[in-house]
């Protein structure tokens, strides 16, 4: 087959550090300012070493406290949240941590210090540009000539979401058969860059965390727009890979653990863009065991 399903990359693991005086998510040598931006490299896990998880309201945005230390980024930046409800989503993150903290689970926190410390050194335009690009290669544009059970699979399950996005934005996509893909008009994406131009660099963070997931932009729409559900995009993601496992069998450690993987992921890059744009300020809470 012309097209094979990508391996999903876990791009929710990133290293933390733990500069002098402040509290971060990992031990290890102090970031050089001087070293070109890169990403994250995957921590190991670390024995839990706090009790309580705290939010606090300061000038400029919301904190985590961990036993009454602040929480810093990799780059030893005060770890800050633009709103409560993102605050609240962090700490239970990190209190929910049982005797061993398992950092390649924490996708929020990780967004949050892809935002602050912006790694890459990536602008607003260069995050839109790279989300709108993976319509060149959006998974559910691609379709495959034979056979004839997964053309009519491809058919019924993605036709229906590139009409909705179609309509939706009033564009057009299409799809194709061909390696190259289909031949995305000028005007959508002009219509699709001017889209998420609204987002602020927060919540584009997250959108291209998910579109890198879901290898679609167009299942990102469906997600962040409240259309589709985290299971249901998961899955249209993954229509070729769920038809080759019904035919040919299952090897249920490894592909049962790369969809939770997924799932979980996707759920929290999705909640990251509706939570990194709440404004809405709650009480002061405490998170305790």
């Known amino acids: 087959m012309w097209r094979s399903c990508l391996r999903l990359r876990d791009a929710g693991r990133r290293l933390l550090n733990q500069p002098r005086g402040a509290l971060t998510a990992s031990v290890g040598p102090e970031p050089n300012p001087l070293s ?11 024995k839990r070493f706090y009790q309580n998880v705290s939010i606090t309201q300061g000038e400029g945005g919301f904190e985590i406290n961990l036993d009454h230390r602040k929480l810093k980024t990799p780059q030893a930046k005060l770890f800050t949240v633009p709103s409560e409800a993102l605050a609240i989503a962090v700490a239970t993150e990190w209190d929910s941590q049982q005797d061993t903290i398992k950092f390649y689970t924490m996708h929020l926190t990780t967004l949050c210090n892809t935002s602050l410390d912006n790694p890459t050194q990536r602008n607003k335009d260069q995050l839109i540009q790279a989300a709108v690009k993976f319509l060149d290669t959006d998974t559910i ?9 997964l053309v009519e699979l491809q058919r ?10 179609e309509e939706r934005y009033d564009v057009e996509i299409g799809s194709s058969t061909s390696i190259m893909g289909p ?13 998420l131009a609204s987002y602020n ?14 290898k679609s932009m167009v299942l990102t729409l469906g997600l962040i727009d409240r259309h589709l559900t985290v299971e249901q995009a ?5 229509l070729e890979e769920e038809y080759q496992i019904q035919k040919w069998g299952n090897i249920e450690w490894a592909h049962d653990y790369e969809l939770r993987e997924l799932r979980a992921r996707t759920a929290a890059g999705t909640l990251f863009v509706h939570l990194c744009s709440e ?5 002061h809470k405490l998170l305790q065991q």
């Open 36 to 46: 070109p931006a890169r990403a994250y490299a995957p921590p190991t896990e670390r």
């Open 141 to 149: 544009c691609y379709r495959v000539d034979e056979p004839a059970t």
């Open 156 to 165: 019924n399950e993605w036709d229906p979401i590139i009409e909705w996005a």
């Open 183 to 195: 031949s995305i008009p000028a005007r959508t994406r002009e219509v699709l860059t001017s889209h």
């Open 201 to 214: 660099m927060w919540a584009l963070q997250g959108i291209e965390f998910v579109v890198t997931q879901l």
């Open 234 to 238: 998961v899955l249209l993601s993954r």
């Open 279 to 283: 404004s809405a300020t709650v009480k």
